[in-house]
C-alpha cells in the first residue's frame, strides 16, 4: 500500500493550488498589538466568505432568469449558510475586549467596514440600491466601474418578480421594467402575486420553494447584521465609527431595511 506523496519537485502541493504564501501573507499589522492580527483575520476570511456568496448570488440570479430554479435554489441555500459562518465570526471577534481594540484603532485611520465594495455589491445584489454608496469607491476606477454596474443591473429579486410575471401571476409592468437602480419599494400587485403562489402551493411548487429560499437568505442576512451591531456595541460602545460613520445608531438603522417586504406581508394576507 502506497503511502502520501511526498516528492513536490515539479508538481503542484496544497499550497500552491490554493496560493497560500500569498494569503498567509497578506496579515500586515501596523502596531505592536497582539489582538490586531485577530480583527484582521476575522475581516479578510469575512471578504472571503463575501466573495462566494456573491459568486453563489451572480449565479442563482441567471438562474431565475433562465426559470431554471432546481440549481438556483442549491446555490441560495449555500448562501443562506455562507451566512451562517459569517454571523459566528462575530463570536470570535467578541472575545475582543474595549481595552484590546483601543490598543490599535489609531492604526485603523480612516479604514471602516462601510467602505467594504463586496459588502456593498452584495446589497446591490439583493435589491437595496443606493447611488450615493458609490462615492467611497471614487478614488478606485476599477471598483466604481463594477459597482455602476451592479447598481443597474436586477437584483435577484428583480428577476423572481419578473419570473412571476413570465408566469402569468399580476405583477404589474411597472416592477418588470422598472429603473433597477433604485431601491426597490414595495407594490400591491406583488404581494398579491405572492398570495396566489402560497394560497396554491402545489400549482406553484418552485415558486412557494424560491419565496422560501429567499426568506432564508434574508433572515441570515438580519442575524449577521444583528450581531455586527451587537458586536461592535460589545466593543466600542456608542463611540462614532472609524470611517465616519455614527457606529452603533447606524447599524441600527440598517437593521430596518427589509429586502424582499412582500414575503413578510404575505403571512399576515393568508
Same mark, same amino acid.
Given at each position: 500500500?502506497?503511502?502520501?506523496?511526498?516528492?513536490?519537485?515539479?508538481?503542484?502541493?496544497?499550497?500552491?493550488?490554493?496560493?497560500?504564501?500569498?494569503?498567509?501573507?497578506?496579515?500586515?499589522?501596523?502596531?505592536?498589538?497582539?489582538?490586531?492580527?485577530?480583527?484582521?483575520?476575522?475581516?479578510?476570511?469575512?471578504?472571503?466568505?463575501?466573495?462566494?456568496?456573491?459568486?453563489?448570488?451572480?449565479?442563482?440570479?441567471?438562474?431565475?432568469?433562465?426559470?431554471?430554479?432546481?440549481?438556483?435554489?442549491?446555490?441560495?441555500?449555500?448562501?443562506?449558510?455562507?451566512?451562517?459562518?459569517?454571523?459566528?465570526?462575530?463570536?470570535?471577534?467578541?472575545?475582543?475586549?474595549?481595552?484590546?481594540?483601543?490598543?490599535?484603532?489609531?492604526?485603523?485611520?480612516?479604514?471602516?467596514?462601510?467602505?467594504?465594495?463586496?459588502?456593498?455589491?452584495?446589497?446591490?445584489?439583493?435589491?437595496?440600491?443606493?447611488?450615493?454608496?458609490?462615492?467611497?469607491?471614487?478614488?478606485?476606477?476599477?471598483?466604481?466601474?463594477?459597482?455602476?454596474?451592479?447598481?443597474?443591473?436586477?437584483?435577484?429579486?428583480?428577476?423572481?418578480?419578473?419570473?412571476?410575471?413570465?408566469? *402569468?401571476? @399580476?405583477?404589474? $409592468?411597472?416592477?418588470?421594467? %422598472?429603473?433597477?437602480?433604485?431601491?426597490?419599494?414595495?407594490?400591491?400587485? #406583488? !404581494?398579491?402575486?405572492?398570495?396566489?403562489?402560497?394560497?396554491?402551493?402545489?400549482?406553484?411548487?418552485?415558486?412557494?420553494?424560491?419565496?422560501?429560499?429567499?426568506?432564508?437568505?434574508?433572515?441570515?442576512?438580519?442575524?449577521?447584521?444583528?450581531?455586527?451591531?451587537?458586536?461592535?456595541?460589545?466593543?466600542?460602545?456608542?463611540?462614532?465609527?472609524?470611517? *465616519?460613520? @455614527?457606529?452603533? $445608531?447606524?447599524?441600527?438603522? %440598517?437593521?430596518?431595511?427589509?429586502?424582499?417586504?412582500?414575503?413578510?406581508? #404575505? !403571512?399576515?394576507?393568508?
Amino acid at each position: 500500500m502506497s503511502g502520501p506523496h511526498t516528492d513536490f519537485k515539479g508538481e503542484m502541493s496544497y499550497a500552491d493550488y490554493l496560493g497560500l504564501d500569498r494569503l498567509l501573507d497578506a496579515q500586515h499589522t501596523r502596531s505592536t498589538s497582539h489582538d490586531e492580527l485577530l480583527f484582521i483575520v476575522i475581516h479578510q476570511a469575512s471578504e472571503l466568505w463575501l466573495k462566494l456568496a456573491l459568486h453563489e448570488l451572480g449565479a442563482a440570479t441567471e438562474m431565475v432568469k433562465k426559470g431554471d430554479l432546481s440549481p438556483a435554489f442549491k446555490m441560495t441555500s449555500r448562501v443562506t449558510r455562507i451566512f451562517a459562518q459569517l454571523i459566528q465570526s462575530w463570536d470570535v471577534l467578541s472575545t475582543m475586549t474595549p481595552a484590546d481594540y483601543l490598543s490599535f484603532r489609531e492604526s485603523l485611520g480612516k479604514s471602516s467596514g462601510f467602505q467594504s465594495y463586496q459588502y456593498r455589491l452584495l446589497e446591490f445584489a439583493l435589491g437595496n440600491k443606493d447611488r450615493a454608496m458609490l462615492a467611497p469607491h471614487c478614488h478606485r476606477s476599477d471598483l466604481h466601474a463594477r459597482l455602476e454596474e451592479a447598481l443597474n443591473r436586477p437584483s435577484l429579486y428583480d428577476e423572481s418578480l419578473r419570473l412571476l410575471a413570465r408566469r *402569468g401571476l @399580476p405583477v404589474a $409592468p411597472e416592477i418588470v421594467d %422598472r429603473d433597477f437602480s433604485e431601491s426597490y419599494r414595495p407594490h400591491a400587485s #406583488v !404581494r398579491e402575486a405572492w398570495v396566489a403562489v402560497y394560497r396554491d402551493a402545489a400549482r406553484y411548487w418552485d415558486l412557494y420553494e424560491l419565496a422560501e429560499e429567499l426568506l432564508d437568505i434574508e433572515d441570515s442576512l438580519q442575524q449577521w447584521r444583528f450581531r455586527h451591531m451587537t458586536t461592535v456595541k460589545r466593543v466600542i460602545g456608542f463611540r462614532a465609527g472609524t470611517g *465616519g460613520t @455614527p457606529g452603533v $445608531p447606524y447599524l441600527r438603522q %440598517r437593521l430596518d431595511h427589509v429586502f424582499f417586504p412582500e414575503l413578510w406581508e #404575505v !403571512r399576515t394576507s393568508l
